[in-house]
Nanobody, 115 residues
Framework: QVQLVESGGGLVQPGGSLRLSCAAS????????MGWYRQAPGKQRDLVAS???????NYADSVKGRFTISRDNTKKTVYLQMNKLIPEDTAVYSC?????????WGQGTQVTVSS
């Protein structure tokens, strides 16, 4: 069983920054591949960024150069640093991992980019 809890969302002006956190339970966090996803109203949920246990990262084209995913295995936490935010980044952001054939999702955190 894996539990994921996100935090760090909020309202930010265009051009601003936010850092999201996803705290995980479980004894094998250091080998989980972790992903951040987002879903805007009326749209499908899309992968934003992912990071393997070894630290390899992958980003959606729309966030490359603006977002950075990282992890701290000692804290069992994965982060998403979001810079140069634009209104199109407004969405519910959720973290996800897969373990022993099951998907585990957090509850999500709202990010709103607006002036």
């Amino acid at each position: 069983q894996v539990q994921l809890v996100e935090s760090g969302g909020g309202l930010v002006q265009p051009g601003g920054s936010l850092r999201l956190s996803c705290a995980a339970s479980g004894n094998f966090f250091n080998i989980y591949t972790m992903g951040w996803y987002r879903q805007a109203p009326g749209k499908q949920r899309d992968l934003v960024a992912s990071i393997t246990g070894g630290g390899n990262t992958n980003y959606a084209d729309s966030v490359k150069g603006r977002f950075t995913i990282s992890r701290d295995n000692t804290k069992k936490t994965v982060y998403l640093q979001m810079n140069k935010l634009i209104p199109e980044d407004t969405a519910v952001y959720s973290c996800k991992t897969d373990w022993l054939g099951r998907e585990y999702w957090g509850q999500g955190t709202q990010v709103t980019v607006s002036s």
